[in-house]
Nanobody, 121 residues
Framework: QVQLVESGGGYVQAGGSLRLSCAAS????????MAWYLQEPGKERELVAS???????KYADSVKGRFTISRDNAKNTAILQMDSLKPEDTSVYYC???????????????WGQGTQVTVSS
């Protein structure tokens, strides 16, 4: 169906930048929404940023002005540019997409495997 492959996580000092990339592949008609979530141990996943196929974006208050989400519809990719990183941004980040998939009448949800982002003080 749909596979999401993430890349770009890593270790950076506070104030630095990282760029996360998510590439979607498989059998689907469209990806109406792509997003990045984070998950801390013992907690539910939280939305970081999302972008629709038409380019409408949404951000968590904690990252507004620092993170930018974008997507390339031709390449089925979503990018999260993370600037002015803080130690509290440390987490595992997951790519998410919903998709119109052959054989299903409703949108299906898909997740990537997660990528670790660590920001040192």
């Amino acid at each position: 169906q749909v596979q999401l492959v993430e890349s770009g996580g890593g270790y950076v000092q506070a104030g630095g930048s990282l760029r996360l990339s998510c590439a979607a592949s498989g059998s689907f008609f469209s990806l109406p929404r792509m997003a990045w979530y984070l998950q801390e141990p013992g907690k539910e996943r939280e939305l970081v940023a999302s972008v629709t196929h038409g380019g409408i974006t949404k951000y968590a208050d904690s990252v507004k002005g620092r993170f930018t989400i974008s997507r390339d519809n031709a390449k089925n990719t979503a990018i999260l540019q993370m600037d002015s990183l803080k130690p509290e941004d440390t987490s595992v980040y997951y790519c998410y997409a919903n998709a119109n998939v052959p054989g299903f009448g409703t949108l299906q949800d898909y997740w990537g495997q997660g990528t670790q982002v660590t920001v040192s003080s």
